[in-house]
Nanobody, 128 residues
Framework: QVQLVESGGGLVQAGGSLRLSCAAS????????MAWFRQAPGKEREFVAA????????YYADSVKARFTISRDNAKGTVYLQMDILKPEDTAVYYC?????????????????????WGQGTQVTVSS
């Protein structure tokens, strides 16, 4: 139903920055909360950041707080992840995900299984 395409990954030196983008197909009947997850080989998929449709509520994993910023431009159907002060441990495939939003609920889910629409991922590699 929802098509998501990530871009912006690449190779960067530790301490550098990248901005990931996730472009979503247009939707007529639903608004979505969006999130970023990441997964390294042999590891579980890990929550990174999430944002409600309004953009006014965000949540970050402790490991990326103060370094990453999630934002969205609903007119463009795009969500972004600005990643600053990157560390080698940030190396992973980053996935964009979407779920139906609940605008009258203040919280955002951080559980991967609650997100039903996924992009194919973009590789981020941080060298030391």
């Amino acid at each position: 139903q929802v098509q998501l395409v990530e871009s912006g990954g690449g190779l960067v030196q530790a301490g550098g920055s990248l901005r990931l983008s996730c472009a979503a197909s247009e939707r007529t009947f639903r608004s979505y909360a969006m999130a970023w997850f990441r997964q390294a080989p042999g590891k579980e998929r890990e929550f990174v950041a999430a944002i409600k449709w309004s953009g006014r509520t965000t949540y970050y994993a402790d490991s990326v707080k103060a370094r990453f910023t999630i934002s969205r431009d609903n007119a463009k159907g795009t969500v972004y992840l600005q990643m600053d002060i990157l560390k080698p441990e940030d190396t992973a495939v980053y996935y964009c995900a979407a779920k139906e939003d609940e605008p009258f609920i203040a919280t955002i889910s951080t559980a991967a299984h609650e997100y039903h629409y996924w992009g194919q991922g973009t590789q981020v590699t941080v060298s030391s």
